[in-house]
């Protein structure tokens, strides 16, 4: 069974950081592209970042793109998100989730696993 395992939200001030980080098992990664998504109240979930399998192509959302970055550790079956310079705006539940293919997509509904979320709150 594929489980996904995020971590490392919590409570930040504007313009600090915080490092998203979400284990995978049940399924070795690598030959996967993974993403992250976010949902704030009240509104649909939304694309964040994506990664390809080699990590060589990297696609971010505009909202995001300068302070926020993806990366992946295969051997550890993780993905990472660095997030910089948080803003209000960012407060979301964070998901992770593995794509159907190597091809990193900003598209949702070729995403076969999520993770269960970890929630972001940045305070002004």
């Known amino acids: 069974q594929v489980q996904l395992v995020e971590s490392g939200g919590g409570l930040v001030q504007a313009g600090g950081s915080l490092r998203l980080s979400c284990a995978a098992s049940g399924r070795t990664i690598s030959s996967y592209a993974m993403g992250w998504f976010r949902q704030a109240p009240g509104k649909e979930r939304e694309f964040v970042a994506t990664?390809?399998?080699?990590?060589?192509?990297?696609v971010y959302a505009d909202s995001v793109k300068g302070r926020f970055t993806i990366s992946r550790d295969n051997a550890k079956n993780t993905v990472y998100l660095q997030m910089n310079s948080l803003k209000p705006e960012d407060t979301a539940v964070y998901y992770c989730?593995?794509?159907?293919?190597?091809?990193?997509?900003?598209?949702?509904?070729?995403?076969?696993?999520w993770g269960q979320g970890t929630q972001v709150t940045v305070s002004s």
């Open positions: 989730a593995i794509a159907r293919s190597q091809r990193a997509t900003i598209w949702a509904n070729e995403y076969d696993y």
């Open positions: 990664i390809r399998w080699s990590g060589g192509s990297i």
